[in-house]
């Protein structure tokens, strides 16, 4: 008999439907779509973070932070980038 030893699901889906509602996986998700799109454009473009800094006026460290996913950027700021 295999026994389960996670203490609340079996994988990272079954934990989060437990712990948040449908609203805040939905906006987890989408956040993380946003960001990661504003990565990948910065990658395929070749540009720095200072870069991005210099065209968009989102100072360099608030770019790494929100890549890193350590703020909750406001829609102002994902508009500039």
């Known amino acids: 008999m295999k026994k389960n030893n996670s203490a609340i699901g079996s994988n990272w889906n079954d934990v989060r439907k437990k712990l948040f509602t449908p609203e805040e996986i ?14 990948n454009a910065r990658n395929e473009k070749g540009i720095s973070q200072k870069q991005l800094e210099l065209m968009s006026g989102v100072k360099q460290p608030v770019i790494a932070r929100l890549e890193k996913g350590q703020t909750n950027p406001q829609l102002d700021t994902i508009l500039k980038l």
């Open 26 to 39: 939905a906006e987890s998700d989408l956040r993380v779509s946003i960001i990661s799109e504003i990565i």
